[in-house]
């Protein structure tokens, strides 16, 4: 099992920034390509962006390619998520979650490509 736990939502201003923080523990963290997802009430939970277990290389949704970030630090067992530029459409909550490396990731997009999920952390952008 791998335990995954958000955090860093909060309420913020278009316009502004923040960084989500997803802490792994249970099982080897670098055995783990990771995703960031997001969801609205409602809606779909779509993907947002993803990285491979050694971090070199990343994938984005085009929604948010070029003010988002995704990275990791497999020495404390974290993956982060920088958000600049926010939208109020960025509004959702926020999941990470870790796909075993050792099967196709194909980019990471797929909700059914990952294992585990973390419980989400709200993130609400004001106008």
């Known amino acids: 099992q791998v335990q995954l736990v958000e955090s860093g939502g909060k309420l913020v201003q278009a316009g502004g920034s923040l960084r989500l923080s997803c802490a792994a523990s249970?099982?080897?963290?670098?055995?783990?390509?990771m995703g960031w997802f997001r969801q609205d009430p409602g809606k779909e939970r779509e993907f947002v962006a993803a990285?491979?277990?050694?971090?070199?290389?990343?994938y984005y949704a085009d929604s948010v390619k070029g003010r988002f970030t995704i990275s990791r630090d497999n020495a404390l067992n974290t993956v982060y998520l920088q958000m600049n530029s926010l939208k109020p459409e960025d509004t959702a909550v926020y999941y990470c979650a870790a796909a075993l490396r050792f099967r196709a990731f194909r980019g990471g997009a797929c909700r059914e490509t990952y294992d585990y999920w973390g419980q989400g952390a709200q993130v609400t952008v004001s106008s």
């Open positions: 249970g099982r080897t963290f670098t055995n783990y390509n």
């Open positions: 990285i491979t277990w050694s971090g070199g290389t990343t």
